[in-house]
C-alpha cells in the first residue's frame, strides 16, 4: 500500500506523470494484467501519448501563465490519475484502499507541494525549481511504478 499512497504524493505535483509511468511499467508487465483499462495502457500509441502530455505539462509548468495545482481543473486531474496509479498498484483485493490512499495524497500533497515551489520560486526561479521538481517527481514515479527498471533485475 505504501507504493498507492506514494504515488498519490507524485500526482499532486504532476497529475499525468502517474499514467505516463503506470503506462510504462504496464508495457513493461510491472502491472497486473487484469487491472481496468489495461488494454489501453498497453496500446503504443496511448503509452506514447500519455508520455507526451506528462511532458508538456512539465514544460506547461515552466510558464509564467501557468495555473496553480489546486485550481480544481487541476485537482480533479489529480485526484483521477491518482486513483488509477494508487489502484494499479496496489494488490489486487486491495485496489479501491489503493485508489483511496493515493487519491487523499494525492489532494494534500498538491497544497504542500504549491507552498513548497513557490518558496523555491522566490528563492530559485520558476524555471530552476520547476526543472528539480519535474526531476523528482518524473524519477520518483518510475521508481515507485516500475522498480524492476530501477533495479535491473527481470
Known amino acids: 500500500m505504501l ?15 502517474p499514467l505516463a509511468v503506470i503506462a510504462t511499467a504496464s508495457r513493461r508487465k510491472e502491472i497486473a494484467a487484469d487491472l481496468p483499462l489495461q488494454t ?17 505539462e512539465m514544460a ?10 489546486t485550481v480544481p481543473i487541476g485537482l480533479v486531474v489529480r ?3 491518482a486513483a488509477y496509479a494508487g489502484a494499479a498498484l496496489a494488490p489486487r483485493d486491495q485496489r ?5 490512499l493515493a487519491v487523499g495524497a494525492a489532494l ?4 504542500a507541494g504549491l507552498a513548497a515551489r513557490k518558496w523555491a520560486m522566490r528563492r530559485f526561479g520558476q524555471t530552476a525549481s520547476g526543472f528539480v521538481e519535474d526531476a523528482l517527481v518524473f524519477g520518483s514515479g518510475l ?6 527498471l ?3 533485475r527481470t
Open 3 to 17: 507504493r498507492s499512497l506514494l504515488i498519490g504524493l507524485v500526482a499532486g505535483q504532476r497529475g499525468i506523470t
Open 40 to 56: 489501453l495502457m498497453l496500446h503504443p500509441l496511448v503509452a506514447a501519448g500519455t508520455a507526451a502530455f506528462a511532458a508538456a
Open 60 to 69: 506547461g509548468d515552466k510558464m509564467k501563465t501557468a495555473p496553480d495545482r
Open 79 to 81: 485526484g483521477v490519475t
Open 96 to 100: 479501491v484502499l489503493g485508489a483511496t
Open 108 to 111: 494534500a500533497s498538491s497544497y
Open 143 to 148: 521508481a515507485l511504478a516500475n522498480p524492476k
Open 150 to 152: 530501477i533495479t535491473g
